[in-house]
């Protein structure tokens, strides 16, 4: 065990800590919630003065009194409602889920009595798209038993970067799936998730807890409402399996509906600090992140010995004629009504195969709203969902799926499919996938049906598909105008769109690319399709070309101008018309792959014509009067070399309209440095200015103001990352002088 910090102890009565030099912590995990060893405080033990009386300072009007809770059974007393459980026609778990079902309620025989129902089952049914799920009736449950937040449908997921991404992700795309009965090779109501290990599950439950309390601008808060009368409503539960990678394995029950609730308990317990909240509910249900596998019987018997505890002494309390803070708190987090998905079968009778449709659409049809928080999410997880259906369905192999879920890195992804070891390709897999023949109808079929859609055209497609299949790219500067710029139809150009094409499989990227643009150059359409979305894509992510919106019409070659304006899906099918485009996308691609200041991409001649008395051709490079082949800078450039002849008139055409509103006298065009300098004084002043506003505020109404921690850290890198930009790169200060000792010396 670590001498100076263990996630065992709860940090709920020590506040926000710094982590001492040297101490390794799960990725993604908070470090305010670790304690030092030695302070064993749990959850039970967040307030002082239990047993004396204490005034209510500064918490909301008690609208319900807390009720009494019995302490929990033993676990041998558990036997008949597990019996009574799996006994039902209707349920569909194993011992373990049943075991998880049966642990935390709060009455047993109730339990069993919801189950023990013949000749008709007491189970309540939830019909979903392709079968029913069975649920118990509502009964109460202890919040510290086998109850954990919700960490696999999260809801910031377009925020998550993959294992392909350049930046080391803090955390992956959790990906989970129905459990099948190894006995039987038959699907049963039970999720699992593979987790490296207990100290992965709880960076996945932290970011959870964490995101979800900050989302909407914190307004997805309950805990004055839990502090008031508990919680009323009940919550759904889903069982789930953790697989660790050493082949052990745990049980919890996972929040689907009222996941902000459940954290909202947590945090009413332990006084509104999320930190605290977090220690608090890993500390007790998962329990220790130093211990390998999965949770041994002696931790679950002492954590239910702390419910005991903490039940029998909540009981006493309730009794005094005044409530003091703790017994308030605790008295309204002790248990909460629940119901779980124990049962699932599809409309033929059988096994229902996909738990995981089943839950999105059961949840979609309770009185919550669980939508996700923004748009990019919500493309996110739902081209996740179709991507599962399309596994499901053979449209694409195991193989292709498992690249899509973002859980293996370039190096993985060459070796199952035989493409590049580039995130480029991966982008390119996500297309493929989508867009390629002869399953496109079906796929644009699945896409329809899963967001609702009458109409799934170019546009439509591209939005859903933009944030999956630039996820590797996450961690990019910036990445939010290429996103825009893909969804906007993106490379889905008439040679892209539901035609046969393949990618080409290769181990050198340069040599594979070199292939693709001979082939493309001698008119094979597959060619031409792989190029424009390996190209197109590239030049999207380097900013080559933006949304139509994105650029404005110049008369002058400059960044954020262009000579006319075109979509992003019209541009990339001018290019791919001619050799010039053709070569150009493909130096476009080479250098995105070199990522070296060496390798640019270069500008080539798209059509025969005349240029200052010399004819020149498709295909030939574009050289300047120093006779080197041009580079293209700017999205300008590739946008004038598409369309050299609509580019001259409609850059003469704005020069004209512009001379007639200055009356004939021609302004000088800014120089680019002049441009950039203004544009970075500007910015700097008017973050100076709105960080002072926010300080200000944040005086009355706390430094929540800023945002989350995690964006206000982000602020801080980019500015570190400008000053060191500055330092390295701008002028020196000529009045240090600098003085040679060794030359002093010789004098």
């Known amino acids: 065990m670590s001498r100076w910090w263990s996630v065992t102890a709860l940090a709920a009565p020590f506040g926000r800590r710094a982590v001492e030099a040297g101490t390794t912590l799960p990725a993604g995990f908070p470090a305010a919630c670790y304690a030092r060893e030695g302070e064993t405080m749990t959850s039970i033990d967040a307030f002082d003065g239990r047993d004396v009386q204490e005034p209510d300072d500064g918490l909301p009007p008690l609208l319900r009194r807390p009720s009494p809770v019995a302490d929990p059974q033993p676990v041998t007393r558990l036997r008949g409602a597990r019996k009574a459980l799996l006994a039902n026609p209707d349920t569909s778990l194993d011992e373990a889920s049943a075991n998880a079902v049966t642990s935390g309620a709060v009455d047993p025989a109730r ?95 932290s970011e959870s807890m964490f995101n979800t309390f900050y989302a909407q601008k914190g307004e997805n808060d309950y805990t004055q409402s839990v502090l008031q009368q508990g919680v009323k409503e009940p919550l759904t539960l889903f069982v789930m399996r953790v697989v660790y990678d050493d082949g052990s394995e745990d049980t919890f029950l996972i929040a689907g509906d009222g996941n902000s609730r459940l954290v909202s308990m947590w ?35 002492a954590v239910r010995r702390r419910v005991t505890e903490l039940t029998a002494r909540t009981r006493k309390n309730l009794a005094a004629p005044t409530l003091t803070e703790a017994t308030r708190r605790e008295g309204h987090t002790l248990a909460f009504p629940a119901t779980v998905v124990v049962g699932a079968r599809s409309d033929s009778g059988g096994p229902l195969a996909d ?28 081209m996740q969902r179709v991507y599962r259906h399309a596994h499901r369905e053979g449209l694409i192999t195991p193989d292709v799926h498992w690249v899509l879920s973002g859980t293996v890195g370039a190096q993985a992804m060459h070796e199952l499919l035989g493409v590049p070891a580039h995130r480029l390709w991966s982008a390119a897999v996500h297309q493929h996938a989508v867009l390629a023949g002869p399953h496109t109808d079906a ?177 030939e490079p574009m050289l300047d ?109 000529t009045s240090l002088f600098v003085f040679d000792e060794d030359e002093e010396d010789n004098e």
């Open 355 to 382: 738990l995981v449709s089943a839950r999105d659409d059961l949840l979609a049809n309770l009185h919550v709203h669980v939508t996700a928080w923004t748009p990019g999410a919500q493309n996110t997880q739902g």
């Open 267 to 301: 945090l009413a317990r332990t006084g509104g600090d999320i930190y605290q909240a977090i220690s608090a509910c890993i500390s007790t249900v998962i329990g220790s992140t130093d211990q390998p596998g999965g949770r041994s019987r002696a931790e679950q018997g």
């Open 625 to 733: 009067k120093a006779g080197q082949q041009m580079i293209i800078d700017y999205e300008w450039d590739l946008v004038h070399a598409a369309d050299p002849a609509q580019a001259l008139d409609t850059i003469a055409k704005n020069r004209a309209e512009a001379k007639a509103k200055t009356g004939g006298k021609q302004q000088e065009p800014e120089a680019e440095d002049v441009r950039l300098r203004r544009t970075l004084e500007q910015g700097i002043t008017s973050a100076a200015k709105a960080a002072r506003a926010l300080a200000r505020m944040s005086q009355k109404r706390g430094n929540q103001v800023f945002g989350t921690f995690d964006a206000v850290q982000g602020q801080r890198e980019q500015l570190g990352q400008l000053s060191e930009i500055l330092t390295k790169f701008g002028p020196a200060d």
């Open 443 to 619: 796929m644009n079929r699945l896409i329809k049906q899963e967001f609702g859609m009458g109409k799934a055209d170019r546009q439509r497609v591209s939005e859903r598909l933009a944030p999956m299949a630039l996820s590797d790219y996450r961690s990019q500067e910036g990445i939010e105008q290429p996103l825009r710029a893909f969804g906007n139809g993106g490379t889905i150009t008439d040679t892209v769109w539901k035609q046969p094409w393949e990618l080409t499989k290769g181990e050198d990227t340069f040599e594979v690319l070199d292939d693709i643009l001979e082939r493309a150059l001698a008119g094979e359409m597959g060619a031409v399709a792989e190029l424009t979305v390996l190209g197109g894509t590239a030049a999207i992510l380097d900013s080559y070309i933006t949304r139509d919106r994105g650029s404005k019409e110049g008369t002058d070659r400059e960044a954020r101008k262009a000579p006319f304006r075109a979509t992003p899906v019209k541009l990339l099918d001018l290019l791919a018309r001619t050799d010039g485009g053709l070569r150009m996308l493909h130096s476009i691609a080479r250098a995105h792959v070199a990522a070296d200041p060496a390798v640019l991409p270069k500008q080539f001649h798209t059509q025969e014509r005349e240029v200052d008395g010399v004819l020149v051709r498709d295909g």
């Open 111 to 205: 339990l069993r009595a919801l189950v023990d129902g013949e000749p008709v089952s007491l189970l309540t049914a939830k019909p979903v798209v392709g079968g029913t799920l069975y649920a118990t009736a509502p009964h109460d449950r202890y919040l510290d038993l086998d109850v954990l937040p919700d960490f696999i449908n999260q809801r910031w997921a377009d925020q998550l970067r993959t294992a392909m991404d350049a930046a080391p992700p803090t955390s992956l795309v959790t990906s989970y799936e129905t459990l099948t009965d190894p006995e039987t090779g038959e699907p049963i109501a039970v999720f699992t998730v593979r987790m490296r290990d207990r100290k992965a599950l709880a960076s996945a439950v």
